[in-house]
């Protein structure tokens, strides 16, 4: 289908969506406050309203600052078509909510975002969608769920927060078979480490809030893919009004200048780190792609041209209390319930990405209480890895 440009990821980063500057001559984008956008000749404003020529009606629709940012991911992804919304919540529910009707069913997996579990198991139940969350890594069950029939297969890889990986070609094979529709959150991988839409799924969207904006200052969401379904998401998004905040569009567009250098920082680190943890004594588990032992390698191998800067392990003393003194020991680490970041992240899952969930709920998702989770920043490696030991010594 789409084929990404021969260009580099790192040049795409700074470039991309920015030849046709919306300020005049400065070098850089400008935020573009102005809500409304105004035209003397009523031809061409009316032109303009019904698309038949480009430009901006009001803001809650378009905006030349968050057009550039749209821009520059749908470069990144290799996809006809962008639109964006305020956070990747509304990114995601817009997606669900402008291509399901009462009577389809999706086929999702288990491991899927907490947020976007809520909307499979809470909210579209109301409108009459039904969800089947398969186990995750269980390819011959989910192609066994795809063949009973679906409007939709949604899919995330790597996941949240023990760095699951899932076969995409293969699954968006299956449901493409079946006419379903194929959505990737993309959000772990970025576009610098993998694109969902070569490997076949119909659309790819991302909390921008994490990696792809990578400074924890702005929230934001983007979808891209097929031209067809892009517009009713977009269509879906005006209305609703979940939109971009022009500000927030210039932070993130400002982060991702350097997307392709800190991704290619946290995948070299995060691996570095993985390799030290699984060869520490008071370390139990470590969930990380990269590593040989993790039952996910090989297709990310495949698939993947890093392994991401996401990581997550256990103590050989699992409990949240051992974690918990861990964690408080990093010197080098935010302890907050966020990822993707320029800074070291950590926290349990047990606190941030399930802390709605009961104990008896994470065991049953495989997510053990002691889990650490361990979005790898952009400080040195080494340094990283002595504080990591220091904590570790201290908690033996
Ligand atoms: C954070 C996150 C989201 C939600 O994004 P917000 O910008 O917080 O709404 C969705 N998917 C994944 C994988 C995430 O990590």
């Known amino acids: 289908m789409s084929s990404r440009e021969k260009i580099g990821a790192g040049t795409l980063s700074v470039w991309a969506g920015e030849e046709q500057r919306p300020g005049g001559r400065a070098t850089q984008v ?61 990114v995601i529910s817009s ?62 890889s790597p996941t949240n927060p023990t760095v699951k990986v899932i076969d995409l070609a293969r699954l968006a094979d299956a449901a493409r078979a079946r006419g379903a529709v194929v959505v990737v959150d993309n959000t772990f991988a970025t576009p610098v480490n993998q694109n969902p839409l070569q490997l076949g799924a119909d659309l790819v969207l991302h909390s921008a809030t994490k990696f792809l904006g990578g400074h924890a200052d ?48 946290q995948n070299r680190s995060a691996l570095e780190i993985a390799r030290f943890l699984s060869d520490h004594p008071a370390v139990g588990r470590v969930h990380y792609p990269g590593l040989p032992s993790h039952p996910g390698h090989d297709i990310a191998c495949r698939q993947m041209r890093g392994f991401g800067g996401v990581l997550s392990f256990e103590l050989k003393h699992n409990t949240l209390a051992a974690a918990g003194r861990l964690v408080s020991r990093l010197r080098y680490a935010h302890r907050a319930a966020n990822l993707g970041a320029v800074e070291t992240i950590v926290g349990p899952p047990a606190t941030t990405s399930h802390v709605e969930c009961s104990a008896e709920e994470r065991a049953a998702m495989g997510i053990p209480e002691g889990l650490i989770r361990y979005s790898t920043g952009i400080e040195d490696p080494q340094d990283l890895i002595a504080d990591l030991a220091q904590a570790l010594a201290a908690a033996g």
């Open 30 to 90: 400008p935020v573009v406050h102005s809500v409304s956008f105004g035209y003397d000749d009523l031809e061409q404003w009316l032109e303009v309203a019904q698309g038949r020529r480009p430009g901006h009606i009001y803001g809650r629709n378009t905006n030349p600052t968050v057009q550039v940012f749209e821009e520059k991911v749908r470069r990144l992804e290799g996809a006809e078509a962008a639109t964006s919304a305020a956070t990747g919540m509304a």
């Open 95 to 156: 997606t669900l909510f402008a291509l399901l009707s009462p009577g389809d069913r999706v086929v999702s997996v288990k491991d899927t975002y907490g947020g976007t579990s809520k909307l499979f198991l809470e909210f579209l139940p109301r409108f009459r969608v039904e969800t089947t969350l398969c186990d995750t890594t269980d390819h011959a069950a989910i192609e066994a769920r795809i063949a009973e029939g679906c409007r939709l297969l949604y899919l995330e």
């Open 218 to 265: 702005a929230l934001g969401g983007v979808v891209c893919g097929r031209r067809d379904l892009v517009e009713k998401i977009y269509h879906f998004r005006e209305i609703n009004g979940a939109t971009l905040h022009p500000m927030a569009a210039y932070l993130l567009l400002r982060g991702m200048k350097t997307l392709q250098l800190r991704i290619d920082r």
